[in-house]
């Protein structure tokens, strides 16, 4: 099921590092819903 971000989460979201080397424990689980 999709997630709902909020606008600020979408923001962070679309703005993080696309190269950066360590996620801190909730970007992961936003990253393993979003596939």
């Not at 971000?5 to 080397?21: D, G, I």
Request: net charge negative; glycine share 0%; no cysteine.
């Amino acid at each position: 099921m999709p997630v709902i971000l909020s606008q600020q989460e979408e923001s962070l979201w679309l703005n993080r590092e696309p190269l950066k080397p360590y996620y801190d424990r909730n970007e992961i689980e936003l990253v393993a819903e979003h596939i």
